[in-house]
């Protein structure tokens, strides 16, 4: 989701409120496409991050310091000599364009007032910063724009600023129902498409939730709607824009429910969208409450809150399968590997499926072959074990006694064929097993420590070559630990090693133990102390082994359930794989949003 008009107009009116009037008392540029400002008011300080990354173009109000280049680039150091002490007197968007203003008001170098405006655009790989004089000239730009690079527009010192028009939009701010309904139902394409394509400003996003709030399907086209259905949708449409303009924002991020809350949308508008199949929460501190697991929704006091959450936890999911990348191909790699072995493994066993038949030939022989005429190439024989009569192949150029040997040849080679296999294919199952777990634990992950013992398993196993740096691997991630609606302990291995550490060393015999059946997934162990958990325990703890498992978000999902007890570990069996003979079993869904995490 890019930063479009209505949020950027949120920012602005959030910037307005506080940094109107305060002095710029620092400028650093941490990266060669960011700046950020330390700025005093009256009451507190403020720092201001301006990226013009062309991938993460953004601009909140941050907490966080960055470290800055010993020797300072260029334009900082140009708005450090005209800027620097320089007070904010007006902060500004254009209509609903993807630009704020900022004019700073300064003293030069003979001690006469000016005034200058750093521009900043959010267009995506178009991007800049801009600094301007009060007539509107370029002093200099973060990114140099020649006519080389852009026929549009230059953006070089001493070149008029002004704002590309690159496609024919209309300012939502400023249309009326005669204007919507030519512009946008006059296109031969979808509903939210027309919307989104006509008005500056507007993202794919909101066009779906106007959609949404007028009660019509998004997809079906513009062309096709009635004289009294487009006046609904343009009201729909003036009640958005209404609350742009009297600044009713509600800064809102949707999150996927899939273990890491991976934010997928924000807006600074509400959601009627996600709010009708999701639960809410008005807290950053709470959990995201859905009723579906398959997203939730949170809302934040600010735009710059919410900005920084959103892109700091998109960056650490990011990070993360950046980091288990190379761990992820080596698992994958080794399981393709194993699959297409074990595909190979059981033809030839089905292959061996003829050797009784061999050894029946035999013992028909050795029953019958006293009648066979020398040179016969076939005779029949009643096989005793079936009672049918059945035609045995003979070899013409061989004696009774030596066809009844080459059969029984056949079948002990075979059998031993067999009997290798069979240990082989068993083998191999217990390694494709063993290799999902490492992929769904991978998917698993939410921090960078999660992936040391999953590497340090790939490594025992051979699949990782083990360097010699003499340093002992440093484990700090620990099992998940939640408590259950009635104060029991639940815990949550976060892979095979952390399954066997709770299953085999810290529960006890009359504890009671987890997992979703058929499925990779974690191993749950519920901390019973002496007694028997009520019913909503037993839920709470098979939820968590659905939910950290591969069969997360099926709609229901079977979990066995145990005491610990009856839980064995075959010898020489891989980490984490137990046995069981005498078990519970449940359905349940994979929704944790209610069980509360401990806060240790």
């Known amino acids: 989701m890019a930063l479009d008009g209505i949020v950027l107009a949120n920012i602005t009116a959030e910037l307005s409120e506080k940094l109107t009037g305060a002095r710029i008392s620092k400028i650093a540029q941490p990266e060669a496409d960011e700046l950020l400002l330390t700025l005093k008011s009256t009451s507190k300080q403020y720092r201001l991050l301006l990226s013009a990354s062309a991938s993460l173009p953004l ?6 310091n960055k470290p800055s280049p010993m020797t300072a680039p260029n334009f900082c150091m140009l708005l450090r000599k005209h800027i620097a002490n320089g007070r904010i007197v007006r902060i500004w968007q254009p209509g609903l364009e993807r630009i704020i203003h900022f004019e700073i008001e300064h003293y030069n170098e003979m001690g006469d007032l000016c005034r200058k405006d750093l521009i900043i655009e959010l267009m995506g790989k178009h991007s800049n910063l801009i600094f301007c004089d009060d007539t509107g000239m370029i002093i200099d730009s973060i990114k140099h724009v020649g006519a080389m690079t852009s026929s549009v527009r230059e953006v070089l010192p001493g070149r008029p600023y002004f704002i590309a028009v690159t496609q024919e939009k209309s300012d939502p701010l400023s249309t009326t129902q005669e204007e919507f309904c030519d512009t946008v139902f006059r296109k031969p394409v979808t509903l939210a498409k027309a919307i989104y394509t006509s008005y500056t400003g507007i993202s794919p996003l909101i066009a779906e939730e106007i959609c949404h709030r007028a009660g019509v399907e998004s997809s079906q086209s513009a062309r096709s709607f009635d004289e009294l259905s487009r006046i609904h949708i343009y009201h729909m449409f003036e009640r958005m824009i209404q609350d742009v303009k009297d600044q009713n924002f509600t800064p809102v991020i949707i999150y996927e429910d899939d273990g890491r809350q991976t934010p997928i949308e924000f807006s600074s508008l509400p959601l009627t969208l996600y709010e009708d199949k999701s639960g809410q929460t008005d807290s950053l501190q709470k959990e995201c409450a859905a009723s579906d697991p398959a997203s939730c929704l949170c809302r934040f ?27 992820r191909r080596i698992a994958s790699t080794a399981l393709d590997r194993c699959r297409k072995k074990y595909e190979l493994q059981l033809k030839q066993l089905k292959d061996t499926g003829k050797r009784d038949k061999y ?17 016969a190439k076939s005779f029949e024989a009643l096989n005793y074990y079936t009672n049918e009569m059945i035609t045995v192949p003979l070899d013409a150029t061989l004696t009774p006694q030596e066809n009844a040997q ?7 080679k075979l059998k031993r064929t067999y009997d290798a296999l069979s240990e082989l294919v068993r083998d191999t199952q217990a390694e494709i097993e063993h290799l999902e777990s490492i992929c769904a634990f991978l998917d698993m992950a939410l921090l960078e420590e999660d992936l040391v013992q999953v590497r340090e398993e790939l490594t025992d196993a051979g699949y990782i070559r083990r360097r010699n740096t003499g340093k002992k691997v440093k484990v700090t991630s620990r099992p998940y630990h939640y408590i259950s609606s009635d104060g029991y302990d639940i815990y949550v291995g976060k892979n095979n090693y952390q399954n066997e550490e709770l299953t085999f060393r810290l529960a006890s015999g009359g504890d009671w133990w987890f997992h979703a059946k058929g499925a990779p997934g974690s191993h749950v162990i519920v901390r019973a102390g002496g007694g028997m958990p009520p019913d909503t325990t037993f839920e709470d703890a098979a939820r968590l082994a659905a939910f950290y498992s591969k069969n997360r978000g099926a709609s229901k999902v079977e979990v066995d359930y145990v005491e610990k007890k009856h839980v064995k570990k075959p010898n020489g069996a891989k980490p984490g794989f137990v046995v069981y003979y005498t078990n519970y079993s449940m359905m349940i869904d994979s929704d944790i949003s209610q069980i509360r995490p401990a806060s240790d």
């Open 406 to 412: 080459r059969y029984f040849d056949k079948y002990n």
């Open 301 to 327: 006091d600010s735009p710059s809150e919410m900005l920084e959450q959103y892109y700091a936890m998109k960056n650490t999911v990011t990070r993360i399968r950046q980091k288990s990348s190379d761990l």
């Open 359 to 375: 050894r029946i030939y035999g013992e028909l022989i050795h029953t019958y072959g006293y009648d066979v005429q020398p040179g």
């Open 59 to 64: 601009i909140y109000l941050t907490k966080t």
